[in-house]
């Protein structure tokens, strides 16, 4: 079985441009998680779908920040215009089931696209 | 507010040798603790998921307790082997919300 898929893996910008990072969750996962993760630190939630809706994207900086997941199953995080402070790893995981009152269920990460904004 | 936090920030042991690694939290209302391994320049995967009423699991050479009343949970690694060397994340979710420790850096040397 297939596991999160994140492209690209590694990328460089400059400050003020945009970039966009891509994320094909497990099959049938109908949970998708965008996070920002430093260097040395836990990865913190910016986004989180269920389905194609936005359920919790309190931790999102709307002004700079955008996502969108067509069709409930690819996603696309952008950043427009970047800066100094986004250099990060950007993590996207999937589960089969999250929120409400039922327990949440088991994360599988992606490999992560690591940003670079100089 | 919740809260995870992990100790220590980092750690470096001789191959062969046991290690445990702490979590303290403060997330509530208490849902489920995981720790997740995170491999240099890879995803975090999961090790272990205890509720509530769990006291301890095991996989592998990985053995979690959790001590519900205290909110606290550790993480034994017996006969460390230098594969081992990663990031250990404790995740604690409450009802509506996850939160994630900084994570412990265990370095393993032959």
């Known amino acids: 079985e297939a596991g999160v898929v994140q492209s690209p893996r590694y990328k460089i910008i400059e400050k003020k441009q945009p970039v966009a990072f891509w994320c094909n969750p497990i099959s049938g996962h109908n949970t998708l998680y965008w996070y920002r993760q430093n260097l040395g630190q836990g990865p913190e939630l910016l986004i989180r779908?269920?389905?194609?809706?936005?359920?919790?994207d309190s931790q999102l900086p709307k002004d700079r920040f955008s996502a969108e997941r067509l069709k409930g199953v690819d996603s696309t995080l952008k950043i427009q215009p970047a800066e100094l402070g986004d250099s990060a790893v950007y993590l996207c995981?999937?589960?089969?089931?999250?929120?409400?009152?039922?327990?949440?269920?088991?994360?599988?990460f992606g490999p992560g696209t690591r940003l670079t904004v100089t | 507010k919740n809260q995870v936090e992990q100790s220590p920030q980092s750690l470096i042991i001789l191959e062969g040798k046991n290690c445990t690694l702490q979590?303290?939290?403060?997330?509530?209302?208490?849902?489920?603790l995981r720790w997740y391994k995170q491999d240099t320049g890879r995803g975090p995967v999961s090790l272990t998921i205890m509720t509530f009423s769990e006291n301890t699991k095991s996989n592998g050479r990985y053995t979690a307790t959790l001590d519900a009343d205290t909110k606290q949970s550790s993480l034994h690694i017996t006969a460390s082997q230098l594969s081992d060397s990663a990031s250990y994340i404790c995740v604690v979710s409450a009802l509506y919300d996850m939160r994630f420790g900084a994570g412990t850096r265990l370095t393993v040397k032959p």
């Open positions: 779908y269920e389905n194609e809706e936005a359920v919790d």
């Open positions: 995981a999937s589960s089969s089931s999250f929120g409400g009152d039922r327990p949440s269920y088991e994360q599988y």
């Open positions: 979590c303290n939290y403060t997330v509530s209302p208490f849902s489920n």
